[in-house]
């Protein structure tokens, strides 16, 4: 017990880098900088950023000068140098909304996105004047050469600027959101599933209860121990003992993901909660991050809530693996989402209450089943980026070839399902 009240003592300080941290270069694992201060961190974050600025920009001119030297027989230079120009900045606010500031950028509306677009566009014009006035400066005292490369550097450096403190900062409205209490809900159950995560629990437990306590009585944190052959079940019970709103659900033997995740639903269900949803126990994930699922389904009016990792903090192969999975899974079930195996979703009660029934899928195949009945019944879906940090205990699990083979053939089975369904409908 001394052992479990150290670890929980621990979580009280959360071990956790800012989600700006997430914008590492070019799809790498994030590495653990908990350590380091506030001012290290920022120009680690402004170094990584300022390499992805760089080459997407390079990418840009390559595609422009593409574009210039093939419009060139066709037409004066001066269109088609203009042509290049504005294709390549069109593609450049594309690349940057989902590459450089991606963990920055988020447009919900229409008009969010409309008024980036003009923002972002203003800045090239802006850069555009400023290398015509610094080259006009230049090229007498310096000669044409000089004067184009020091008219390239400052113009840049004034665009990435302004991108990154004005353009793609974060509105002040989406930052305060959690700690103005905007949008609560009225009652709240979320549940962990946990396959040998004894070391991750009392962390991930403490803080989501330290992120409920604003919800009084309205919450609930239930565990569900998959038979797990380590000391989670035992530490999940003492939880128990010491956080009011825990409840644990055990099962005998190991059933895998799909079947921990319904018994946890139906758990939620029971609960009587407005919103239910799941946080896997892997401590990978910000806890915090869940009360931002609750608070963006109910921005925008949805039933359901699911995350994506903006950054996935794992190893190339699991990468490669969950990409590949991803691919394949909604294209035999026809959906469409960012990170079908995201372990974080929320749902609200009635829209979950009508899934449930129908949720059959084992192994893997649970987490896309949800999200193709979803699309099917036309509940409306927000996709919500969150955390992803590298596991710090326990094993990673899910990659065996039981799994693999599994998951697949529950894939066709779901998928011969939903079509009885859609006939059915009709």
């Known amino acids: 017990m001394c052992q479990l009240y150290y670890i929980i003592n621990r979580s009280e300080a959360p071990n956790r880098a800012p989600d700006c941290l997430l914008n590492n270069l070019f799809f790498q694992p ?20 300022v390499n992805r600025f760089v080459a997407i920009g390079a990418v840009c001119f390559f ?11 066709l037409m004066a230079t001066f269109v088609a140098d203009g042509i290049g120009f504005l294709v390549s900045a069109q593609l450049n606010l594309v690349l940057s909304r989902r590459f450089t500031w991606a963990d920055t950028y988020h447009a919900p509306s229409w008009s969010a996105k409309i008024r980036n677009w003009a923002e972002y566009n203003g800045v090239v014009i802006l850069a555009a004047l400023v290398n015509a006035a610094v080259f006009t400066v230049l090229v007498h005292p310096l000669g044409q050469v000089l004067a184009l490369l020091g008219a390239t550097l400052i113009s840049t450096s004034f665009s990435f600027l302004i991108n990154h403190f004005v353009v793609f900062r974060p509105k002040v409205q989406e930052d305060t959101l959690t700690q103005t209490g905007a949008y609560q809900p009225e009652s709240v159950a979320v549940f962990l599933p ?14 989501l209860d330290a992120l409920l306590q604003p919800y009084g009585q309205s919450y609930a944190i239930i565990i569900v121990d998959d038979g797990s052959m380590d000391a989670t079940g035992t530490v999940a019970d003492q939880l128990a003992t010491i956080f009011d709103h825990i409840r644990v659900v055990h099962h005998p033997q190991n059933r895998g993901y799909g079947a921990t995740l319904r018994t946890g639903l139906e758990a939620g269900l029971e609960t009587g909660s407005q919103w239910i949803g799941f946080l896997d126990a892997d401590g990978q994930f910000e806890s915090a991050d869940f009360i931002k699922l609750i608070q963006s389904a109910q921005q925008t009016e949805s039933e359901i809530a699911i995350g994506y990792r903006i950054v996935r903090a794992d190893s190339f192969k699991r990468r490669l693996m969950g990409r590949s999975w991803h691919l394949i899974s909604s294209f035999i079930l026809g959906f469409k989402a960012k990170d079908v195996d995201c372990g974080m979703k929320v749902f609200r009660r009635d829209a979950l209450a009508e899934l449930m029934p129908l949720l059959q899928g084992e192994y893997a195949t649970i987490s896309p089943e949800i999200l193709a009945l979803a699309t099917q019944r036309k509940h409306r879906i927000v996709e919500v980026g969150v ?3 590298e596991r710090q205990y326990g094993e990673q699990t899910g990659a065996n070839l039981k799994v693999v083979i599994g998951s697949f053939k529950d894939l066709f089975e779901i998928r011969r399902s939903l079509r009885l369904i859609r006939i059915a409908q009709h």
Do not use: C
């Not at 994030?30 to 950023?49: A, C, E, P």
């Not at 946990?194 to 803080?207: D, H």
């Open 30 to 49: 994030i590495k653990d900088v908990s350590h380091l201060s506030f001012k290290t961190i920022g120009m680690y974050v402004f170094k990584h950023r």
């Open 63 to 73: 595609v422009q000068w593409l574009i210039v030297h093939g419009l060139l027989f």
């Open 194 to 207: 946990a396959f040998n995560e004894a070391e991750n629990l009392p962390i991930i437990v403490s803080q």
């Open 387 to 389: 955390s992803h940090f």
